[in-house]
Structures are given as C-alpha cells and as structure tokens.
C-alpha cells in the first residue's frame, strides 16, 4: 500500500517506485504520506484517500459525497454500449448517477448525437458528477428517481436506454465494515433492498416506452423479486438477468419493443 501512495505522490507508477527505492521525499511529500496513512488507517477508502477510482478506463473523481464506482458496474457499461450501437437511442438517461461513472463511460464510448441526460437526489452528488462531466455535453437534473424526466418521457418515449445502479441494501447491511464510510443515500434501498428499484419500474411503466432498454443493477438476491415486477408491470418486456464475474446474478436488462 505504501508504494501506491508514494506513487500517487510522486505522480508516478507502483513498478516505478519499487524499482527506485534510493528515491527520497521531500518534507512536504512525506507529510502527505503521514497524512494519507492516517487516514487508511481510520478505515477511510483508499479511492477517498487517492480521489479517484478508474472506471471503464476513465478516472473518476470520488469524494465521501459518493458511491466508489464498482468494477460490477462496468458490464452494465457494456451492455449499454452494445445495445445502443445496435439500436441508436435518441436519449441516454441514467438515474442516481452518483459520481457520473456510467453516464461519463457512455458518453466516452458512443460516437451519437443522442442526448446524455443524467440525474440523482442528492446535490452534492450532482457536483461531483458535473466535475467528472466537465468537458463533456451531458446535462445533469435533481430530483427523485424518473421525476427529472417526467415531462420528456411523456412527450417522447421512442427509442431510450435508461440505466439506474440504484441503491439496494437493506438496513441490516449497511454494517458491513467496508462500506461504513460510503454515503447512506447510495446505499440504502428501503426495508428490503428494492424498494427503490420497484418504485423506479413502476413510473418507468407508465411511460410506456417503445424500442427502448431499460438495465438495471440489482443484489445477487433481488432477481426474483425484480423480474415478478417487470413481468405485472411490462408484460411485453425481455427480460435477461446477466451475472457478474462471481456468477451473482447483478444485471437485469428489460428490451422494449
Ligand atoms: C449505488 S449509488 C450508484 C452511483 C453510480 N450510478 C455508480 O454506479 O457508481 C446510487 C445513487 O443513487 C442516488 N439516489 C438514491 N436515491 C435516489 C432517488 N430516489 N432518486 C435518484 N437518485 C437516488 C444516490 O444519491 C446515489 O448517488
């Protein structure tokens, strides 16, 4: 761990540093280092101490306002980026986009004139994710789950690929030691985990959406209950539980025709 940080420091590689241990630090340098052993130390994740996750290749700015982007969610990029070569959605939404990591690696990927549009609850996380959008055309909204997009769906609910990594834990969970430090918000999917994930289905149903994709990351747990709701509320629907590389089920994918 320690040769990461020196690394971070220096602005160079892991091997660079292993391969010159005669390398000195300065004053300054060594204080950072003091400072960022600290916080390890208290439990503080190394991607809060460092700043930054890479996500799908890309450097993303996190800060304790945020969700650290998981490298689960990387094959939901992947799925979206599939789907939308093949079908060339007109809007590109995603839904409590936290740091932005999903929004920011699709709109890297895809080469469209769809528009990116990008939302959250929580205001700080929307700063972060505007930091991380910074050169990019993506425009961000406030507000609860589909809210932000209400009036648009409406108006046009053709050709669409929603994604939502939603939170879904339930309460008991959120002791798990590793994530104590991660924002509530991001995590806490009402008394069972879905609440929030259903609530989202069920506003997206009303929109009766045409050859769009709706991809959505779930717990390992929460296929079942999911997939129950898709069917009553979009009985049309495909729907395709992808696994992630643990072989949990992560990923449920609703193709509209
Ligand atoms: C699990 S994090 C995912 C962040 C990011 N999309 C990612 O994959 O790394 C869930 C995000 O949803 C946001 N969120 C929670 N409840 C919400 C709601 N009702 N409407 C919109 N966003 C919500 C949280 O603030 C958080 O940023």
Redesign the pocket.
Known sequence: MREVLIAEILGKTKEYVLAHPETKLSLTQKRKLKHMQRELSKGIPLAYVLSYKW?YKNK?FVNK??????PE?ES?VDLAITWAKQHKPKTII??????????VSLKRNLKTKAQFLA????KK?LLV?KRNAKDLKISFKQ???S??FSKLLKKNSKNILI??????LYPKQLAEKSITKE?R?????GKKGTE?IL??LKELSKFKLKNSLILL?INYNQAKTVSTMIHKLMPEAKITVHKDLALWDRIVEIQIK
């Not at 994604?163 to 879904?168: C, E, K, Q, R």
């Open positions: 996500f993303i306002d945020v969700l650290i982007p998981r969610t939901l995603d839904i409590g986009t936290g740091s932005g990591a999903i929004i939302s959250d609850i929580s996380a994710a507000g609860n789950l809210t932000p994604t939502a990594n939603l939170p879904y924002p918000l991001a995590l806490l999917g929030k609530k989202l990351e």
